[in-house]
């Protein structure tokens, strides 16, 4: 069972108060008139569903009923950060990889 | 290979049962093969059998990174029915039936195919439209199939409760006779001493960590064994797809999730047939053994942690006790997750990929075992010829940009 922090309610709820609603962060095709198939296809069908560091979205369904972003690892599960919507995530694998950089540096 | 009969379980009797052959070799990875397969589970391991014994390709080895069916094929509920809506979807899954048919005599190895039906049932009007619609579609492409009313399915289960008075009442089902389980190990053991006695390699614990790519085709795998040759490669991997597509330098349209199932203490018979409910969600049949195998959805999230959520399989035993007020006092054994590559349109991808001679055959979702022979007899064809099965070709992977999509999302009985 997750224990998820919604960032609107700001407490930690039970995952079964929460719906989750897949990758985060998709820009719908700004001019859907000039947009290929291949584009069209893309934003519609194929997620990054990575091994590791995931950006997605939960529904509060069972709370306040708004939509929030969680970063999580689709391995451990761990959420390592939530965040409302319109925001960035700060946990990257971008981020991940400098800050172990980083250390090594100061090792 | 050694024949396997009553007769030689008698002579084997004799000697205590010592001197077995062993089912399939270990064998040392050679340096180029004509094509490699990816992934040692059950459609893996059925593509590596029907290219050798329908194609003649018997230099083919068969990687997989752990021991073979050890991912799904060991943690499905072993459910086998065809009674698919769309004509794509029900021509292969039938092809998938016929195959299951005739699998044990074909492999000699029993692989406990007990065609002992699966009903699904309808708990409103629109799933009773919708049932109907169904069944019609099925006898169309010459897929046995009936529509019964609570009477008859009462007749069948008598166990179940279909009562007016539930929450959610039966009010009839589908039912496909010809459909039932198979014994799931088996089903990738014997494909696996099929294969091995043609002439495939079967090389476990060896994972692919990379694909060796020039001018946009594939020349071989790297692998914590060393490289490997291959003039073709056929991908299996399920829920890893994703991550070896990724290796290749391309995306697919699949998210990957937990699939959770579980299994009761052993009883004795109970339950003759399978149940499935779409509506209350949860299915359950009855192992030889005795235990009740039961099963639901998914867990919404992405995941690759072969485990669920606990609130997941709460609600799969709700629906199970709502149908069946008995089974409240059955204690549950083990529970566990399997990773299911799901694809939007609920139906799989046998697909040519942007990289020349790899293929891809994934996106089996939920429902990969009941096709396991004719995924990988169609797969194989396709690694053989070097483009799609006429069965396949529906399947590409071009669907998710030409928008033709075979939409088989609730509209075949598909547990999603």
Redesign the interface.
């Known amino acids: ?2 224990h998820i922090y919604c960032p609107y309610c700001e407490e930690y709820r039970e ?2 108060e929460f ?2 609603k ?2 985060a962060h998709i820009a719908r095709p700004a001019e859907p008139e000039a947009t290929s ?2 584009a ?2 893309d934003y ?8 590791g560091l ?1 950006h ?1 979205q939960w529904y509060h369904a069972a709370g306040c009923r708004k939509f929030f972003n969680a970063t ?1 690892d ?4 761990q959420i390592l950060e939530t965040y409302k919507a319109g925001q960035q995530p700060t946990v990257t694998a971008a981020a991940r990889a400098a800050q172990a950089a980083g250390k090594g540096v100061a090792k | 290979m050694q024949h396997y009969s009553g007769f030689g379980l008698v002579k084997h009797g004799l000697s205590h049962h010592e001197n077995w052959q062993r089912m399939w070799r270990n064998p040392v990875p050679k340096s180029q093969y004509d094509v490699i397969v990816v992934g040692g589970g059950g459609h893996g391991l059925a593509t590596a059998y029907y290219l050798a014994k329908v194609h003649g390709i018997t230099n083919v080895a068969v990687v997989e990174k752990g021991w073979l069916g050890g991912g799904n094929t060991a943690r499905n509920t072993t459910i086998v029915r065809s009674n698919y809506l769309w004509d794509e979807a029900a021509w292969l899954y039938e092809h998938a039936m016929k195959l299951w048919e005739g699998l044990s005599q074909d492999l000699n190895y029993n692989v406990m195919f007990s065609q002992r039906g699966v009903m699904n049932l309808g708990h409103t009007l629109q799933d009773m439209r919708d049932i109907h619609r169904r069944v019609n579609a099925n006898r169309l492409n010459g897929i046995d199939g009936e529509v019964l009313d609570v009477k008859q399915v009462q007749e069948i289960v008598p166990i179940m409760d279909c009562s007016p008075n539930t929450r959610y009442p039966v009010l009839g089902a589908s039912w496909q006779p010809r459909a039932g389980v198979a014994r799931h190990d088996a089903v990738a053991w014997g494909y696996a001493r099929g294969a091995d006695a043609l002439g495939v390699d079967l090389l476990q614990q060896t994972e692919v960590t990379g694909f060796r790519i020039s001018g946009g085709k594939v020349l071989g795998v790297e692998t914590n064994r060393g490289y490997i040759g291959g003039k073709t490669i056929g991908v299996v991997t399920a829920g890893n797809s994703g991550v070896l597509a990724k290796m290749a330098g391309f995306r697919l349209p699949l998210e990957s999730h937990p699939l959770q199932a579980l299994v009761s203490e052993p009883m004795k018979p109970i339950l003759d047939t399978v149940v499935m409910s779409n509506h209350v969600h949860g299915y359950v049949s009855q192992s030889d053994k005795g235990d009740l195998v039961i099963g639901a959805g998914i867990d919404g999230y992405n995941g690759y942690g072969q485990r669920g959520s606990y609130s997941t399989i709460e609600h799969t035993l709700q629906a199970i006790v709502e149908l069946f007020p008995m089974f409240s006092r059955v204690r549950m054994n083990r529970q566990w997750g399997g990773i299911v590559d799901t694809c939007p349109d609920a139906c799989p991808i046998i697909s040519a990929t942007p990289v020349g001679g790899l293929f891809f055959n994934c996106g089996w979702g939920t429902g990969g075992f009941k096709a396991t022979p004719g995924s990988g007899h169609v797969f194989a064809a396709t690694l053989a010829e070097g483009k799609a099965h006429p069965l396949a070709a529906p399947f590409s992977i071009d669907r998710f940009i030409s928008g033709k999509l075979i939409d088989e999302h609730g509209a075949a009985g598909v547990a999603h």
């Open positions: 069972m997750l995952e079964e719906r989750p897949g990758e198939d291949e069209w296809g519609l069908f194929f997620r990054k569903n990575p091994r995931h997605e999580r689709t391995v451990s599960y």
